[in-house]
């Protein structure tokens, strides 16, 4: 059994975690539209987080809800699943890669269960992400 430790939001649209890039003299780097949501990921996860402690290094589990801009050609009014591009996994990168860097957690090797689900907003939702961390029940 998991409890939970934290729930928090990251608004605006998810973005994917870019390939790196390489410049003509060989260099690495991570493409602009990455870099400026993680920065902005950081910030609103330290923003909400606060001063807390760093979470225990114990197992976590981390579930996520993608939750993107619904195109005007659906027009149901309720979440509907969404199953283009940008890829789960690549969107799950981001959101730990950020949360590590906002020193949530020491390293995202602690996260030992991933629970994730993409959708297209709501007629009324703007889009976000909501990210929730358990730790595991003691005494179990």
Request: glycine share 4%; hydrophobic share 35%; net charge positive.
């Amino acid at each position: 059994m998991w409890d939970c430790v934290h729930t928090g939001f990251i608004f605006g649209p998810p973005v994917a975690m870019g390939r790196p890039r390489m410049t003509r003299q060989g260099r690495a780097y991570t493409p602009a539209k990455s870099r400026q949501y993680m920065a902005d990921a950081v910030d609103q996860i330290q923003k909400q987080y606060g001063d807390a402690a760093q979470l225990a290094n114990e197992p976590l589990r981390l579930q996520l809800v993608f939750v993107h801009k619904r195109p005007a050609r659906i027009k149901c009014t309720q979440r509907t699943p969404k199953t283009t591009k940008p890829d789960i996994d690549n969107l799950i990168k981001m959101v730990m890669d950020a949360l590590t860097k906002s020193g949530i957690w020491l390293d995202d090797n602690i996260v030992t269960e991933v629970a994730a689900s993409d959708w297209y907003a709501n007629e009324y939702e703007q889009p976000h992400v909501m990210y929730s961390i358990y730790t595991q029940r003691r005494g179990m």
